[in-house]
């Protein structure tokens, strides 16, 4: 059913069309000129269609208003019995985070190049586990990924969104101003775009003029954040401005974004208790998850001792229950690191929380430090190939990962327990040859040159993170080690959670 709010008075006809409609999708009507309030509509999928996440854009003009939009996530899940198909969906990525290559495994088969299909869209066949590669590309940087997981896992992840796991990046800017900002710091977010400044002394009645760069196309939500440093050295989150459904263009001048406006209003502080810290210092990490995807970071802190509690803890700052919308969730990082500095291990934690516990904080039980990795190279040929080996560890039961990189090259590899048949003794990652599915070598990992390395391994519900449906409580909780210090490891989900 689809819904239209009139305002104003307003009472003429709506006229309703669909956008990005895949072939072996049909709906019914496909036009609709709406006199009341709502409509219903029908949709069916032909059995060619494969599984996965296939986006419609509903558009609503009339005479005299602002035409007006809105997404309907249309979700195909595969039927008892069916064809294996899986199609993942990059439809919501912005345009220079789809694949320019992919290539699928089923079983332990030959990898076979999977061509890009209608909407940015990726079909293939799983029969039981298999595998999925694909390459993103932006400037001279080139980052390959591969996982190996289920049918059942693949499935998920194509019914849920991909792109709305990971913060996605673009190529657009806007300039505007933050008024009423005090002399805290302030950071604004659109999409996985970030920009952060203090204020030393209080600016003028037009505030601080400031641009974004980086942010995707389509539709996203508008993240800004006040915040200051305490004397406890926490970092106390004082206001927020989410502004939903933007689609700024390139260059955009948006309104002003005030901190005292009606877009603003104060967070709820909470805080999440942390066992098993041993001693080690903690941070967290914040963003937020919407219908129209992930934010970069707008918040982050170091942990503490929380006194009242008798616990080690970590602060969050919760969105009020009055402005969450279905859908939202509180994605929260947590980082574990040894007080020295310059650490070549750590240990992290993620979650996912509509809205805070209705009693008590939410609470997350920190696992060991991870087994040491042996790390050698398969060869050189047509790339430099790597092999990661881990002893598998009962907190760390769910999956393993490894990435690779020199300079502007990366390689990130995962590999699920389902794959496995159930958690291997010892976890044996390589970095697979896909030359036999056209995979370029520029590509890939070079000879000559050194290859940086973290290696991690991680428990719990792992499959939102990776881009199937979210869902409330959601949590992961991991180790990692890595050749050189931790503050080069990707393996700490600090500012986002990635596919894979």
């Not at 345009?95 to 495994?105: E, S």
């Not at 991909?162 to 933050?178: E, Y």
């Not at 915040?227 to 206001?239: A, K, V």
């Amino acid at each position: 059913t689809v819904h239209v709010t009139r305002a104003g008075g307003f009472s003429g006809a709506v006229n309703l069309a669909f956008a990005g409609v895949l072939p072996g999708l049909t709906i019914t009507p496909n036009t609709v000129s709406l006199t009341g309030d709502s409509a219903t509509i029908t949709i069916a999928a032909a059995l060619s269609l494969g599984a996965g996440n296939y986006p419609i854009t509903i558009n609503a003009t009339a005479a005299g208003v602002p035409q007006q939009s809105a997404t309907l996530p249309v979700k195909v899940t595969p039927a008892p019995g069916g064809s294996g198909n899986i199609t993942l969906s990059f439809a919501s990525c912005d345009p220079g985070q789809v694949p320019i290559w992919f290539a699928a495994q089923d079983g332990n088969g030959a990898w076979t190049r999977i061509a890009r299909g209608a909407n940015s869209t990726f079909t293939f066949a799983i029969t039981s586990v298999g595998g999925v590669a694909f390459v993103t590309w932006r400037g001279n940087n080139y980052t390959t990924t591969v996982a190996w997981l289920s049918r059942a896992e693949a499935a998920a992840i194509a019914t849920g969104s991909i792109c709305a796991a990971n913060p996605q990046a673009g190529t657009r800017s806007l300039t505007t101003n933050a008024l009423n900002t005090g002399t805290a710091t302030v950071t604004v977010t659109l999409g996985g775009a970030a920009t952060t400044f203090s204020i030393p002394t209080p600016p003028g009645a037009g505030g601080v003029a400031f641009t974004l760069n980086d942010f995707p196309a389509g539709r996203r939500d508008l993240i800004a954040a006040r915040s200051s440093i305490g004397t406890n050295g926490l970092t106390q989150l004082q206001r927020l401005v989410l502004r939903r459904n933007t689609s700024y263009p390139q260059s955009a001048t948006p309104p002003a974004i005030n901190f005292t406006g009606p877009e603003s209003f104060a967070p709820l502080g909470r805080f999440i208790a942390l066992s098993n810290i041993g001693g080690d210092q903690s941070a967290i990490s914040e963003s937020f998850v919407t219908a129209n995807g992930a934010s970069e970071s707008f918040f982050e802190s170091n942990g503490t001792f929380c006194q009242g509690a008798g616990v080690d803890c970590v602060p969050w700052a919760a969105v009020p229950d009055s402005l969450l919308q279905p859908g939202d969730f509180h994605a929260l990082s947590i980082s574990v690191e040894p007080q020295s500095g310059n650490a070549t291990s750590g240990r992290f934690a993620a979650l996912l929380l509509h809205a805070p516990p209705s009693a008590g904080p939410a609470s997350v039980a920190l696992g060991p430090s991870l087994a040491t990795p042996s790390v050698t190279s398969l060869g050189t040929t047509p790339n430099v190939r790597m092999r990661a080996q881990l002893a598998s560890q009962a907190a760390y039961n769910a999956a393993a990962g490894a990435d690779f990189s020199q300079d502007s090259i990366r390689v990130e590899l995962l590999m699920t327990a389902a794959y496995s048949g159930g958690t291997p003794a010892t976890w044996i990652i390589d970095m697979p040859d896909l030359s036999s599915a056209g995979y370029d070598p520029t590509w890939g990992l070079k000879t000559g040159l050194p290859v940086n390395w973290n290696v991690s391994a991680l428990g719990g519900s792992v499959l939102p993170f990776l881009g199937a449906t979210p869902f409330d409580g959601a949590q992961i909780v991991g180790a990692g080690v890595g050749g050189s210090p931790i503050a080069s490891m990707r393996l700490i989900p600090s500012r986002r959670a990635r596919f894979p």
